[in-house]
Structure formats: structure tokens, C-alpha cells
């Protein structure tokens, strides 16, 4: 009868230990990840991250320039965020690069980039910029040069919309996973620029 009495004891302990013991394991390792995370200088060059953004998502090497402004707050735990990458060019043959490129077009940026990256104001209705420091735009206003939009969001959420009166358009779904690319010819500077929402 003990030994009945012993099994059915170890039986509800583990039934129950586990799962709390599992729920313990999750939570600890979240809040690591954002103690790891809230102790990160956002604004200290993070190399990996450059060479995801520009050699992976825009398809140009790391010998473009020197990179002169970094800000990156992506992590925690669904490790979403913003990057700005500024880089100084001074290689004159990138603009014909980007040219004889299909993926890179001419300025102006598209209605959709100008809204992430400047803000749009329709009427009363003020939209963005989405990417921003302050409420204000990270990249000045580019009147020459060549910007590329990857749209890095699953295929099965690319057509999602937040009211259906409205166009299929970045701007209109409920998350943001894009890098875009916007190259300065008058200065010579690559802006890149992630948001992951």
C-alpha cells in the first residue's frame, strides 16, 4: 500500500514539477535575454549586423566605405527593432553599379520608402516617418541617387492589410520586416536602414 501511495505522490509531483519547472526554464531565459539586451550600447558598430544588412540583404560588398553612423536597437526576445547605417562612399563607381542594377532604382523613392523613411502628410492625416530618431528623419532628403526597397516579410503575410479599404502596401500591414538601401550620390553615402516589427 506505501508503494501505491509513494507512486501516485511521484506521479502528481512530477505532473505538476515539470511544467513549472519548464515555465521557470522560459522566463529566465527571457529575462536574460533582456538584461543581455538592455545592457547593449545600440549605437556601438555591431560588424555582423553590417555585413547581414549589406553584403546578405542589399547584395553589396563590405568595401563600399567607412561607416560613419550606426544605431541598432534589434533584440530581446522576438528580436524586433530598428538599424541605421550610414556609410561614406567614396568609390565613384558604385553609383554606375547601382545603375546597371535591376533591384536599385533611380530617386525618386517610391510612396511607400518615403513614408518609412521620411513621413507622408495627406490632409490631417500625418503617417511616419516610421523609421526615425526623435520623431525626426535619420537620412536627410536625397534629391540624386539610387534607393532599393527588400521586402524581407514571409510570402504568407505580404498581402495582409489592417482595414480592407485600403491598397496592399507596406504601410498598410500590421508589421514591418524590410531593409531598404539608399545611396547619396551628391555626397557619396549608403543609407541603410532595417525594421523589424
Known amino acids: 500500500m506505501n508503494r501505491v501511495i509513494r507512486k501516485m505522490v511521484i506521479g ?36 555582423s549586423v553590417v555585413q547581414s544588412l549589406v553584403q ?14 550606426f544605431y541598432d536597437d534589434h533584440g530581446g526576445w522576438l528580436g524586433d527593432g530598428e538599424t541605421y547605417i550610414e556609410i561614406r562612399c567614396p568609390d565613384p563607381g558604385l553609383a554606375g553599379t547601382l545603375a546597371g542594377r535591376g533591384d536599385w532604382q533611380p530617386m525618386p523613392v517610391s510612396r511607400d520608402v518615403r513614408i518609412v523613411v521620411y513621413g507622408l502628410v495627406e490632409g490631417n492625416v500625418t503617417r511616419g516617418p516610421v523609421i526615425h530618431s526623435g520623431g525626426k528623419p535619420r537620412v536627410p532628403k536625397i534629391e540624386h541617387g539610387y534607393w532599393c526597397l527588400v521586402d524581407r516579410q514571409p510570402e504568407s503575410y505580404r498581402t495582409e492589410r489592417v482595414r480592407d479599404d485600403e491598397p496592399y502596401s507596406i504601410n498598410n500591414r500590421y508589421s514591418y520586416n524590410l531593409t531598404i538601401g539608399l545611396y547619396d550620390t551628391d555626397h557619396d553615402i549608403l543609407y541603410v536602414l532595417a525594421l523589424d516589427t
Open 56 to 69: 546578405g540583404d542589399l547584395g553589396l560588398g563590405l568595401h563600399v566605405g567607412e561607416i560613419t553612423g
Open 12 to 47: 502528481i509531483s512530477c505532473a505538476v514539477l515539470i511544467p513549472v519547472a519548464f515555465c521557470c526554464l522560459i522566463y529566465g531565459v527571457f529575462f536574460l535575454s533582456m538584461a543581455i539586451e538592455e545592457s547593449r550600447d545600440p549605437t556601438a558598430v555591431n560588424e
